[in-house]
T-cell receptor, first 111, second 114 residues
Framework: QQQVKQSPQSLIVQKGGISIINCAYE??????FPWYQQFPGKGPALLIA?????SEKKEGRFTISFNKSAKQFSLHIMDSQPGDSATYFC??????????FGTGTRLQVFP | ETGVTQSPTHLIKTRGQQVTLRCSSQ?????VSWYQQALGQGPQFIFQ???????GRGNFPPRFSGLQFPNYSSELNVNALELDDSALYLC?????????????FGPGTRLLVL
């Protein structure tokens, strides 16, 4: 009930390509779905977040797509850049605290 | 930078010892959460403090304890350290509002238990 499943575990994308990371959740009480970006030796930094009342949210090159009926959400990174190379975590929570994280996706963007 | 600071950055302890990790919240935030991130894994929620009281706890044994001070800084204490406690310990500060402000993470303290 508390799990958030994330895939793929690792992703290699060419510069300029689209990176897509998927997550699925089980607990229908979750109402907040953020994505975090983490560089080696750093703490996670919030990238973008969505609530279940919308199906898509876009901020710059980053877009969250949300499918409430399927209990799935995904992160799309358009025009991927080498500087985007990092580990990405999806998460879910109720009331935006007590985050439940996915297992992470290591993204590598090659020039 | 989030304005959340943690100390120390790195720490080496031996099994059975006790450790105290510290966190200074972002200005204006009154809630602090602690997470454990094992190598190659996502962060796992340990507990949260609001107004100096524990406000939720994850699946961690009682030897993990915490404190929040009037200035909203916080400590994580771990007694009787075990090898599996080796991890990056993250604190995150936030403000409890109905609109739900997000959590801002510090850089973490990397703990190695030998």
């Amino acid at each position: 009930q508390q799990q958030v499943k994330q895939s793929p575990q690792s992703l290699i994308v060419q510069k300029g390509g689209i990176s897509i990371i998927n997550c699925a959740y089980e607990n229908t009480a979750f109402d907040y779905f953020p994505w975090y970006q983490q560089f080696p030796g750093k703490g996670p930094a919030l990238l973008i977040a969505i609530r279940p009342d919308v199906s898509e949210k876009k901020e710059g090159r980053f877009t969250i797509s949300f499918n409430k009926s399927a209990k799935q959400f995904s992160l799309h990174i358009m025009d991927s850049q080498p500087g985007d190379s990092a580990t990405y975590f999806c998460a879910a929570s109720r009331d935006t605290d007590k985050l439940i994280f996915g297992t992470g996706t290591r993204l590598q963007v090659f020039p | 930078e989030t304005g959340v600071t943690q100390s120390p950055t790195h720490l080496i302890k031996t099994r059975g010892q006790q450790v105290t990790l510290r966190c200074s919240s972002q200005s204006g935030h009154n809630t602090v959460s602690w997470y454990q991130q094992a190598l190659g894994q996502g962060p796992q929620f340990i507990f949260q403090y609001y107004r100096e009281e524990e406000n939720g706890r994850g699946n961690f044994p009682p030897r993990f304890s915490g404190l929040q001070f009037p200035n909203y800084s916080s400590e994580l204490n771990v007694n009787a350290l075990e090898l599996d406690d080796s991890a990056l310990y993250l604190c995150a500060s936030s403000h409890i509002t109905r609109l739900g402000e997000t959590q801002y993470f510090g850089p973490g303290t990397r703990l190695l238990v030998l």
